[in-house]
Protein backbone atom coordinates (compact mmCIF):
# COMPACT_ATOMS: atom_id res chain seq x y z
CA UNK A 1 0.00 0.00 0.00
CA UNK A 2 2.54 2.41 0.53
CA UNK A 3 4.46 1.59 -2.68
CA UNK A 4 1.63 2.56 -4.36
CA UNK A 5 1.00 5.85 -2.61
CA UNK A 6 4.69 7.01 -3.16
CA UNK A 7 4.72 5.47 -6.59
CA UNK A 8 1.44 7.92 -7.06
CA UNK A 9 2.65 10.84 -5.63
CA UNK A 10 5.71 10.44 -8.14
CA UNK A 11 3.89 10.26 -11.09
CA UNK A 12 1.60 13.53 -9.60
CA UNK A 13 5.46 15.36 -9.53
CA UNK A 14 6.71 14.46 -12.70
CA UNK A 15 2.64 15.41 -14.56
CA UNK A 16 3.30 18.80 -12.79
CA UNK A 17 6.68 19.52 -13.87
CA UNK A 18 5.66 17.80 -17.63
CA UNK A 19 2.61 20.58 -17.54
CA UNK A 20 5.27 23.27 -16.23
CA UNK A 21 7.56 22.55 -19.49
CA UNK A 22 4.75 22.83 -21.85
CA UNK A 23 3.90 26.17 -20.43
CA UNK A 24 7.16 27.26 -20.45
CA UNK A 25 7.16 26.17 -24.11
CA UNK A 26 4.31 27.67 -24.76
CA UNK A 27 4.77 31.06 -23.30
CA UNK A 28 8.07 31.30 -25.53
CA UNK A 29 6.16 30.19 -28.74
CA UNK A 30 3.60 33.28 -28.08
CA UNK A 31 6.76 35.26 -27.36
CA UNK A 32 8.03 34.80 -30.75
CA UNK A 33 4.94 35.29 -32.62
CA UNK A 34 3.72 38.27 -31.26
CA UNK A 35 7.87 39.54 -31.97
CA UNK A 36 7.02 38.38 -35.63
CA UNK A 37 3.83 39.91 -36.33
CA UNK A 38 5.60 43.48 -35.08
CA UNK A 39 9.00 42.87 -37.23
CA UNK A 40 9.29 43.60 -40.97
CA UNK A 41 8.25 40.32 -43.20
CA UNK A 42 11.53 40.63 -44.83
CA UNK A 43 14.54 38.59 -42.87
CA UNK A 44 16.78 40.17 -40.82
CA UNK A 45 20.10 38.90 -38.90
CA UNK A 46 19.69 37.39 -35.69
CA UNK A 47 21.02 39.54 -32.84
CA UNK A 48 22.09 38.00 -29.89
CA UNK A 49 19.97 38.92 -26.83
CA UNK A 50 22.40 41.38 -24.61
CA UNK A 51 23.03 40.00 -20.87
CA UNK A 52 20.35 41.13 -18.00
CA UNK A 53 22.78 43.79 -16.42
CA UNK A 54 23.29 45.71 -20.03
CA UNK A 55 19.25 45.59 -20.56
CA UNK A 56 18.80 47.36 -17.52
CA UNK A 57 21.51 50.08 -18.87
CA UNK A 58 19.55 52.69 -20.77
CA UNK A 59 20.92 52.66 -24.60
CA UNK A 60 21.41 55.76 -26.64
CA UNK A 61 18.28 56.16 -28.83
CA UNK A 62 19.06 56.96 -33.01
CA UNK A 63 17.63 59.69 -34.11
CA UNK A 64 13.75 59.97 -35.20
CA UNK A 65 13.29 60.99 -38.92
CA UNK A 66 10.04 62.80 -39.15
CA UNK A 67 7.06 61.19 -39.31
CA UNK A 68 5.63 61.07 -42.86
CA UNK A 69 2.10 62.22 -41.71
CA UNK A 70 3.61 65.53 -41.34
CA UNK A 71 3.56 65.66 -44.85
CA UNK A 72 0.46 64.81 -46.65
CA UNK A 73 1.85 64.59 -50.11
CA UNK A 74 4.33 62.14 -48.55
CA UNK A 75 2.22 60.31 -47.57
CA UNK A 76 -0.32 60.02 -50.23
CA UNK A 77 3.00 59.33 -52.00
CA UNK A 78 4.65 56.91 -49.64
CA UNK A 79 0.98 55.19 -48.62
CA UNK A 80 0.17 54.36 -52.52
CA UNK A 81 3.24 53.45 -54.20
CA UNK A 82 6.46 52.02 -52.30
CA UNK A 83 9.46 53.81 -53.70
CA UNK A 84 8.37 57.35 -54.39
CA UNK A 85 9.78 59.59 -51.88
CA UNK A 86 12.12 62.79 -52.98
CA UNK A 87 14.35 61.91 -55.57
CA UNK A 88 17.05 62.76 -53.06
CA UNK A 89 16.39 59.55 -51.28
CA UNK A 90 18.29 56.33 -51.76
CA UNK A 91 15.34 53.42 -52.45
CA UNK A 92 14.92 51.34 -49.02
CA UNK A 93 15.32 47.89 -49.47
CA UNK A 94 12.25 46.95 -48.31
CA UNK A 95 10.53 48.93 -51.32
CA UNK A 96 12.68 47.48 -53.84
CA UNK A 97 10.91 45.04 -56.35
CA UNK A 98 12.40 42.39 -53.95
CA UNK A 99 11.84 39.39 -56.56
CA UNK A 100 14.83 40.61 -58.47
CA UNK A 101 16.71 44.00 -56.74
CA UNK A 102 16.80 42.53 -52.59
CA UNK A 103 19.95 40.22 -53.94
CA UNK A 104 21.52 43.39 -55.96
CA UNK A 105 24.61 45.36 -54.08
CA UNK A 106 23.59 48.99 -53.94
CA UNK A 107 25.12 51.48 -55.67
CA UNK A 108 27.42 54.05 -53.87
CA UNK A 109 26.87 57.85 -54.93
CA UNK A 110 29.97 58.75 -56.85
CA UNK A 111 32.32 61.18 -54.51
CA UNK A 112 32.56 64.55 -56.08
CA UNK A 113 35.92 66.13 -55.14
CA UNK A 114 34.67 69.68 -56.80
CA UNK A 115 31.21 71.65 -56.91
CA UNK A 116 29.00 72.23 -60.60
CA UNK A 117 30.76 74.65 -62.24
CA UNK A 118 29.73 78.24 -61.55
CA UNK A 119 28.58 78.83 -64.84
CA UNK A 120 26.48 75.39 -65.05
CA UNK A 121 24.77 76.94 -62.29
CA UNK A 122 23.84 79.70 -63.65
CA UNK A 123 23.29 78.52 -66.69
CA UNK A 124 20.16 76.61 -65.34
CA UNK A 125 19.13 79.56 -63.00
CA UNK A 126 18.72 81.81 -66.40
CA UNK A 127 17.03 78.94 -68.54
CA UNK A 128 14.24 78.49 -65.68
CA UNK A 129 13.98 82.31 -64.94
CA UNK A 130 13.80 83.14 -68.73
CA UNK A 131 10.73 80.58 -68.71
CA UNK A 132 8.97 81.85 -66.04
CA UNK A 133 9.13 85.17 -67.11
CA UNK A 134 8.18 84.37 -70.73
CA UNK A 135 4.87 82.69 -69.22
CA UNK A 136 4.12 85.38 -66.82
CA UNK A 137 4.60 88.20 -69.23
CA UNK A 138 1.75 89.36 -71.51
CA UNK A 139 3.63 90.55 -74.34
CA UNK A 140 3.87 86.87 -76.13
CA UNK A 141 0.63 85.05 -76.31
CA UNK A 142 0.34 81.55 -77.57
CA UNK A 143 -2.71 78.81 -77.55
CA UNK A 144 -2.57 77.26 -73.80
CA UNK A 145 -0.42 79.63 -72.30
CA UNK A 146 -3.28 80.58 -69.66
CA UNK A 147 -4.71 77.37 -69.33
CA UNK A 148 -4.53 75.78 -65.77
CA UNK A 149 -2.71 72.16 -65.13
CA UNK A 150 -6.42 70.35 -64.87
CA UNK A 151 -7.48 72.05 -68.06
CA UNK A 152 -5.01 69.97 -70.33
CA UNK A 153 -6.38 67.31 -71.77
CA UNK A 154 -4.85 63.40 -70.39
CA UNK A 155 -3.60 62.64 -73.73
CA UNK A 156 -1.19 65.42 -74.12
CA UNK A 157 0.79 63.91 -70.56
CA UNK A 158 1.84 61.09 -72.43
CA UNK A 159 5.14 62.66 -73.05
CA UNK A 160 6.10 62.57 -69.24
CA UNK A 161 8.11 59.51 -68.14
CA UNK A 162 8.81 58.19 -64.59
CA UNK A 163 11.48 56.40 -62.71
CA UNK A 164 10.14 55.51 -59.80
CA UNK A 165 13.17 54.19 -58.08
CA UNK A 166 14.97 57.45 -58.14
CA UNK A 167 12.05 59.68 -58.52
CA UNK A 168 12.88 61.67 -61.56
CA UNK A 169 10.52 62.85 -64.45
CA UNK A 170 11.35 63.29 -67.83
CA UNK A 171 9.28 64.73 -70.60
CA UNK A 172 11.01 63.45 -74.29
CA UNK A 173 10.51 66.00 -77.23
CA UNK A 174 10.95 64.08 -80.72
CA UNK A 175 13.91 64.77 -82.51
CA UNK A 176 16.19 66.22 -79.43
CA UNK A 177 18.25 62.86 -78.32
CA UNK A 178 15.00 61.62 -76.70
CA UNK A 179 15.84 57.95 -78.18
CA UNK A 180 18.99 58.09 -75.54
CA UNK A 181 17.51 60.12 -73.23
CA UNK A 182 14.59 57.48 -72.94
CA UNK A 183 17.55 54.44 -73.13
CA UNK A 184 18.73 56.17 -69.69
CA UNK A 185 14.99 56.07 -68.48
CA UNK A 186 15.21 52.16 -68.83
CA UNK A 187 18.00 51.52 -67.44
CA UNK A 188 17.28 53.73 -64.22
CA UNK A 189 13.91 51.91 -64.12
CA UNK A 190 15.90 48.11 -64.18
CA UNK A 191 13.03 47.42 -66.98
CA UNK A 192 14.92 44.98 -69.03
CA UNK A 193 17.19 42.36 -67.52
CA UNK A 194 19.98 40.55 -69.87
CA UNK A 195 20.39 37.69 -69.38
CA UNK A 196 19.06 37.87 -66.02
CA UNK A 197 20.69 41.53 -65.12
CA UNK A 198 19.69 44.71 -65.09
CA UNK A 199 21.12 46.41 -68.41
CA UNK A 200 23.75 49.17 -67.43
CA UNK A 201 25.33 50.60 -71.37
CA UNK A 202 22.13 52.23 -72.92
CA UNK A 203 23.73 51.70 -76.33
CA UNK A 204 22.75 47.91 -76.07
CA UNK A 205 19.08 48.79 -76.07
CA UNK A 206 17.27 48.67 -79.66
CA UNK A 207 15.83 52.54 -80.84
CA UNK A 208 12.56 50.03 -81.22
CA UNK A 209 12.66 48.67 -77.58
CA UNK A 210 13.98 52.70 -76.41
CA UNK A 211 10.52 53.98 -78.29
CA UNK A 212 8.26 51.22 -77.26
CA UNK A 213 6.01 52.79 -74.84
CA UNK A 214 4.88 49.65 -73.17
CA UNK A 215 8.60 49.52 -71.87
CA UNK A 216 8.20 53.06 -69.74
CA UNK A 217 5.79 53.89 -67.01
CA UNK A 218 3.86 56.53 -68.43
CA UNK A 219 0.52 59.04 -67.49
CA UNK A 220 -1.33 56.53 -69.32
CA UNK A 221 -0.29 53.22 -66.73
CA UNK A 222 -1.21 55.95 -64.11
CA UNK A 223 -4.95 56.16 -65.45
CA UNK A 224 -5.10 52.28 -66.02
CA UNK A 225 -3.87 51.76 -62.15
CA UNK A 226 -5.86 54.71 -60.03
CA UNK A 227 -8.31 55.94 -62.69
CA UNK A 228 -10.03 59.19 -61.58
CA UNK A 229 -7.48 59.44 -58.95
CA UNK A 230 -4.66 59.65 -61.67
CA UNK A 231 -4.18 63.18 -62.19
CA UNK A 232 -4.10 63.33 -58.26
CA UNK A 233 -0.96 60.93 -57.96
CA UNK A 234 0.24 62.94 -60.83
CA UNK A 235 0.14 66.15 -59.08
CA UNK A 236 1.76 64.87 -55.74
CA UNK A 237 4.89 63.52 -58.04
CA UNK A 238 5.25 66.32 -59.78
CA UNK A 239 5.57 68.32 -56.76
CA UNK A 240 8.26 65.55 -55.65
CA UNK A 241 10.27 64.27 -58.02
CA UNK A 242 13.04 66.24 -59.86
CA UNK A 243 11.65 67.06 -63.54
CA UNK A 244 13.81 67.88 -67.09
CA UNK A 245 13.42 68.41 -70.49
CA UNK A 246 15.82 68.38 -73.50
CA UNK A 247 14.81 71.43 -76.26
CA UNK A 248 16.84 72.23 -79.81
CA UNK A 249 16.93 75.13 -81.69
CA UNK A 250 12.99 75.33 -83.65
CA UNK A 251 14.19 75.25 -86.94
CA UNK A 252 16.67 72.86 -86.67
CA UNK A 253 14.47 70.68 -85.14
CA UNK A 254 12.05 71.23 -87.93
CA UNK A 255 14.82 70.47 -90.91
CA UNK A 256 16.53 67.57 -88.25
CA UNK A 257 12.35 65.69 -88.83
CA UNK A 258 12.25 66.57 -92.14
CA UNK A 259 15.92 64.51 -93.08
CA UNK A 260 14.52 61.83 -91.25
CA UNK A 261 11.02 61.48 -92.08
CA UNK A 262 10.40 62.19 -95.61
CA UNK A 263 14.58 62.48 -97.13
CA UNK A 264 14.64 59.09 -95.63
CA UNK A 265 13.79 55.32 -96.01
CA UNK A 266 10.49 55.93 -94.11
CA UNK A 267 7.01 53.91 -95.66
CA UNK A 268 5.15 54.79 -92.94
CA UNK A 269 5.95 58.67 -93.02
CA UNK A 270 5.44 58.94 -96.91
CA UNK A 271 2.24 57.36 -96.91
CA UNK A 272 0.32 59.01 -94.14
CA UNK A 273 1.89 62.36 -94.43
CA UNK A 274 3.81 62.71 -97.78
CA UNK A 275 1.65 61.34 -100.35
CA UNK A 276 -0.79 64.21 -99.41
CA UNK A 277 1.79 66.83 -99.24
CA UNK A 278 2.72 65.98 -102.98
CA UNK A 279 -1.07 65.64 -103.77
CA UNK A 280 -1.86 68.93 -102.26
CA UNK A 281 1.30 70.90 -102.82
CA UNK A 282 3.87 69.66 -105.43
CA UNK A 283 1.13 69.01 -108.77
CA UNK A 284 0.92 65.23 -108.12
CA UNK A 285 -2.46 64.23 -108.32
CA UNK A 286 -1.46 60.62 -108.13
CA UNK A 287 1.60 59.96 -106.42
CA UNK A 288 3.11 56.61 -106.58
CA UNK A 289 1.72 54.06 -103.69
CA UNK A 290 5.24 53.26 -101.70
CA UNK A 291 7.82 54.84 -101.11
CA UNK A 292 10.20 52.67 -103.28
CA UNK A 293 7.85 53.47 -106.47
CA UNK A 294 8.43 56.91 -105.33
CA UNK A 295 12.29 57.35 -105.11
CA UNK A 296 12.34 55.46 -108.91
CA UNK A 297 10.59 58.14 -110.21
CA UNK A 298 12.77 60.97 -108.16
CA UNK A 299 8.94 61.83 -106.80
CA UNK A 300 9.19 62.79 -103.03
CA UNK A 301 7.93 66.14 -100.93
CA UNK A 302 10.43 68.89 -100.96
CA UNK A 303 11.19 70.85 -97.89
CA UNK A 304 9.15 73.56 -98.78
CA UNK A 305 6.00 70.90 -99.37
CA UNK A 306 6.75 70.58 -95.62
CA UNK A 307 6.74 74.12 -94.55
CA UNK A 308 3.53 74.84 -96.87
CA UNK A 309 2.25 71.64 -94.98
CA UNK A 310 3.10 73.33 -91.55
CA UNK A 311 1.38 76.24 -92.67
CA UNK A 312 -1.44 75.22 -93.87
CA UNK A 313 -4.21 76.15 -91.81
CA UNK A 314 -6.43 73.32 -92.60
CA UNK A 315 -3.66 71.10 -91.46
CA UNK A 316 -4.37 71.14 -87.14
CA UNK A 317 -8.22 70.69 -88.38
CA UNK A 318 -8.10 67.57 -89.99
CA UNK A 319 -5.45 66.25 -87.57
CA UNK A 320 -2.67 67.45 -84.87
CA UNK A 321 0.28 68.27 -85.73
CA UNK A 322 2.94 64.81 -85.20
CA UNK A 323 4.67 65.17 -82.11
CA UNK A 324 8.11 65.28 -84.00
CA UNK A 325 6.99 68.89 -85.33
CA UNK A 326 4.69 69.93 -82.74
CA UNK A 327 5.86 72.79 -81.13
CA UNK A 328 7.94 72.02 -78.22
CA UNK A 329 5.95 73.86 -75.40
CA UNK A 330 3.10 71.87 -76.30
CA UNK A 331 4.41 68.74 -75.34
CA UNK A 332 5.87 69.03 -72.25
CA UNK A 333 3.80 72.56 -70.82
CA UNK A 334 6.34 74.38 -69.58
CA UNK A 335 3.75 77.17 -68.41
CA UNK A 336 2.26 74.63 -66.07
CA UNK A 337 4.72 71.94 -65.16
CA UNK A 338 7.82 73.68 -63.56
CA UNK A 339 10.84 71.88 -64.47
CA UNK A 340 13.88 71.98 -62.38
CA UNK A 341 16.02 71.19 -65.08
CA UNK A 342 16.08 72.28 -68.26
CA UNK A 343 18.82 71.20 -71.34
CA UNK A 344 19.90 72.07 -74.75
CA UNK A 345 21.10 69.66 -77.44
CA UNK A 346 23.32 72.48 -78.04
CA UNK A 347 25.08 71.90 -75.42
CA UNK A 348 24.11 68.18 -74.51
CA UNK A 349 27.22 66.49 -73.34
CA UNK A 350 27.87 68.98 -70.16
CA UNK A 351 24.28 69.44 -69.71
CA UNK A 352 23.98 65.94 -69.63
CA UNK A 353 26.73 65.52 -67.03
CA UNK A 354 25.44 68.14 -64.96
CA UNK A 355 21.81 66.76 -64.45
CA UNK A 356 22.91 63.02 -63.83
CA UNK A 357 25.41 64.64 -61.29
CA UNK A 358 22.67 66.57 -60.05
CA UNK A 359 19.54 63.92 -59.89
CA UNK A 360 22.38 61.26 -58.09
CA UNK A 361 22.68 58.62 -60.60
CA UNK A 362 25.77 59.13 -62.69
CA UNK A 363 26.96 56.22 -61.14
CA UNK A 364 24.63 54.16 -62.65
CA UNK A 365 24.20 56.06 -66.14
CA UNK A 366 26.31 57.96 -68.31
CA UNK A 367 25.04 59.72 -71.15
CA UNK A 368 25.61 58.04 -74.50
CA UNK A 369 27.91 59.83 -77.28
CA UNK A 370 25.84 60.14 -80.53
CA UNK A 371 28.15 59.31 -83.79
CA UNK A 372 25.10 60.00 -86.03
CA UNK A 373 25.27 63.01 -88.84
CA UNK A 374 23.53 65.39 -86.41
CA UNK A 375 21.61 68.52 -88.34
CA UNK A 376 24.04 71.54 -87.80
CA UNK A 377 22.75 74.98 -86.77
CA UNK A 378 24.91 76.04 -89.66
CA UNK A 379 22.47 74.82 -92.48
CA UNK A 380 19.74 76.62 -91.73
CA UNK A 381 20.20 79.40 -94.92
CA UNK A 382 20.90 76.87 -97.04
CA UNK A 383 17.81 74.41 -96.02
CA UNK A 384 15.38 77.80 -96.77
CA UNK A 385 16.96 79.19 -99.32
CA UNK A 386 14.24 77.54 -101.75
CA UNK A 387 11.30 78.93 -98.94
CA UNK A 388 9.75 82.45 -100.28
CA UNK A 389 10.59 84.90 -97.27
CA UNK A 390 7.01 85.87 -96.01
CA UNK A 391 6.63 81.76 -95.63
CA UNK A 392 9.77 81.98 -93.08
CA UNK A 393 8.36 84.81 -91.47
CA UNK A 394 4.60 82.87 -91.20
CA UNK A 395 6.71 79.95 -89.73
CA UNK A 396 8.54 82.24 -87.41
CA UNK A 397 5.13 83.17 -85.52
CA UNK A 398 4.35 79.79 -85.87
CA UNK A 399 7.28 78.34 -83.44
CA UNK A 400 7.92 81.72 -81.71
CA UNK A 401 6.88 80.51 -78.27
CA UNK A 402 9.42 78.00 -78.25
CA UNK A 403 11.88 80.17 -79.56
CA UNK A 404 11.28 82.75 -76.98
CA UNK A 405 10.62 80.25 -74.03
CA UNK A 406 13.99 78.47 -74.43
CA UNK A 407 16.08 80.99 -74.58
CA UNK A 408 16.99 81.42 -78.92
CA UNK A 409 18.10 83.80 -80.61
CA UNK A 410 14.81 85.51 -83.53
CA UNK A 411 17.13 83.89 -87.10
CA UNK A 412 16.94 87.13 -88.63
CA UNK A 413 19.31 85.67 -90.89
CA UNK A 414 16.48 84.12 -93.03
CA UNK A 415 13.96 87.04 -91.60
CA UNK A 416 15.68 90.11 -92.83
CA UNK A 417 16.62 89.43 -96.31
Known sequence: MMGTSRMFRIFVILGSVFMILLIILYWNDIGVSRLYLHNPVSPRPKIPKPAKHQQQQKQPQPPQSPSFHSNIDTFVNQSSEPGTGKATDPLPVEMSNQSKKAEEPWHEWKIHLTPVAEDLRQRQENRKRLLQDVCANDSLSFPGKKRSFDDIPDNQLDHL???ERHGIIYCFIPKVACSNWKRIMLVLNDNLLHPGLPKRDPLTITDWVAHNYNNHFTFNMLRKRYGKLAR?????KLKNYQKFLFVRDPFVRLISAFRDK???NNEVFYKEYGKFMLRRYANQPTPPDTLKEAFAKGVQPSFLNFIQYLLDPQT????PFNDHWRQ???LCHPCQIQYDFVGHLETAEEDAEHLLRLLRVDNVVEFPK???NV????WISDWFSTVPLEMRR???KLYEADFRLFGYDRPDSILNE
Open 316 to 319: EKVH
Open 232 to 236: DHLKV
Open 375 to 378: TSAD
Open 161 to 163: LFD
Open 370 to 372: SHR
Open 394 to 396: ELY
Open 262 to 264: FAG
Open 328 to 330: MHR
